[in-house]
């Protein structure tokens, strides 16, 4: 008689995985992991990166790829490009709270400090994921032409910031794609020249280099401009890979009510003297003739841009309750929602720190989005070439 196959310790990314999967083909659980099985089990068929690309045009929209997931922060970047079809080879992430949530989502501690990390450590890649914090360069007048005849003259100019650690990977190890992902300031930061040294050094190294600010409200009800810069190696993909940002979600995004819980923990209402503390703040700014204050939310629309900074006070996101109640701040499970997070995946850390890993991640339903777009190239290469791998198809 057949066994009946039981998953134990399976990390949740997974087990979200198999459920929507076996749903979208409608089979039980059972059926799908036996037929799973029974494809991995088939040796004729294509390997990741060892086949000859044979039944790909069968499915353009379709490629087998693998990723490392660069300050991984508890994994946006990772749910999203897995969701695409991508596999993890690789994460590098060193604080000790996110390393935890990575664990408990995916199964795997990242590696730590990207400073200390010797590139060739890294498994060869297809594409390179990195939500990279943004520094400041401190540089006068860069121009392709002043650098020109010098190798890599504007990785110089980044010596020392992280940006450089990440142009240093991707010099060694040379993966085909990268997507990279940080705050829309990036392009206005230091009178614009941090982008362009960022710019600059990319296509130094190679990589035809497409950007877009994205605002997440048209994901999640949350306003979060970002910016993602889309590279592919010309030496693999040519000079002009079809690439192009999604467009809009046809589906409208749910609004800030749609995500809140039932019955929130009184300890997330505001205490008098906080909220008496706010609403001075506002007025002594609104005085002075600027703007900033708190953000009270209507419950029909979205929020402002969650920060890391959201466990001090709240202020940026409140959520006015009904009668004479304080507003209150969001839960660490409401915060997850409004950065587009299933609920499956556990909270395991404490408040502020689970406030902080939300406020620093990605929206993962807009990072599939131009992971989708990201695979698009990837098939259209492949099936191109013939060849069913990026790694090996690079010469
Ligand atoms: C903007 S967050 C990226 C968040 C991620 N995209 C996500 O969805 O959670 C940047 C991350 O880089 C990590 N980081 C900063 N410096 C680092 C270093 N030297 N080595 C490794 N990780 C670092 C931070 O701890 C932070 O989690």
Same mark, same amino acid.
């Given at each position: 008689m057949a066994k009946q196959i039981l998953i134990r310790n399976v990390p949740a990314s997974l087990q979200q995985w198999i459920e929507r999967e076996r749903k979208q083909r409608v089979m039980s659980q059972q059926q799908f992991l036996v037929q799973l099985l029974r494809d991995a089990s088939d040796t004729s068929q294509m390997s990741l990166f060892e086949g000859n690309g044979a039944g790909l045009q069968e499915r353009p929209d379709w490629a087998p790829f693998s990723f490392v997931d660069l300050f991984s922060g508890i994994g946006g970047f990772r749910i999203a490009f897995e969701r695409a079809g991508g596999r993890c080879v690789g994460s590098v992430e060193w604080d000790k709270h996110a390393q935890r949530t990575y664990q408990e989502w995916f199964g795997e501690k990242p590696l730590g400090d990207i400073r200390k990390l010797n590139p060739k450590d890294l498994p060869d890649h297809d594409v390179m994921l990195a939500g990279f914090p943004c520094q400041p360069f401190s540089i006068a007048g860069v121009s392709k032409k002043n650098s020109l005849g010098r190798e890599h003259g504007f990785r110089d100019k980044t010596q020392g910031t992280l940006f450089y650690n990440l142009a240093t990977i991707a010099e060694i190890k040379r993966p085909p794609v990268m997507v990279l992902e940080n705050v829309k300031n990036l392009l206005s930061h230091d009178k614009g020249k941090t982008w362009q040294v960022i710019k600059l050094t990319l296509e130094e190294l190679g990589y035809r280099v497409f950007h877009k600010v994205i605002d997440g409200a048209d994901y999640v009800p949350q306003h979060r401009k970002r910016i993602f810069i889309v590279c592919f190696d010309q030496r693999v993909f040519g000079d002009d890979p079809p690439f192009e940002f999604p467009e809009k979600p046809e589906t409208k995004p749910p609004v800030i009510k749609d995500i809140l819980e039932k019955n929130p923990d009184p300890k997330y209402t505001l205490s008098d003297h906080l909220w008496k503390y706010l609403q001075d703040y506002a007025q002594s700014h609104r005085e002075k003739g600027n703007g900033f204050g708190f953000g009270l939310v209507d419950l029909n629309g979205r929020s402002r841009t969650l920060s890391a900074r959201y466990y001090k006070d709240g202020s940026e996101i409140l959520i006015p309750q009904k009668g004479k109640k304080n507003p209150r701040r969001l839960t660490p499970r409401e915060a997850a929602r409004l950065m587009g997070f299933d609920d499956s995946l556990p909270i395991v850390v404490s408040d502020t720190q689970a406030y902080r890993q939300f406020g620093n991640?990605?929206?993962?339903?807009?990072?599939? =989005? #131009?992971?989708?777009?990201? &695979? =698009? #190239?990837?098939?259209?290469? &492949? =099936?191109?070439?013939g060849n069913g791998c990026l790694i090996k198809g690079r010469n």
């Open positions: 991640a990605i929206i993962p339903p807009v990072a599939e =989005a #131009v992971a989708k777009q990201v &695979v =698009a #190239v990837i098939s259209w290469k &492949v =099936a191109r070439t």
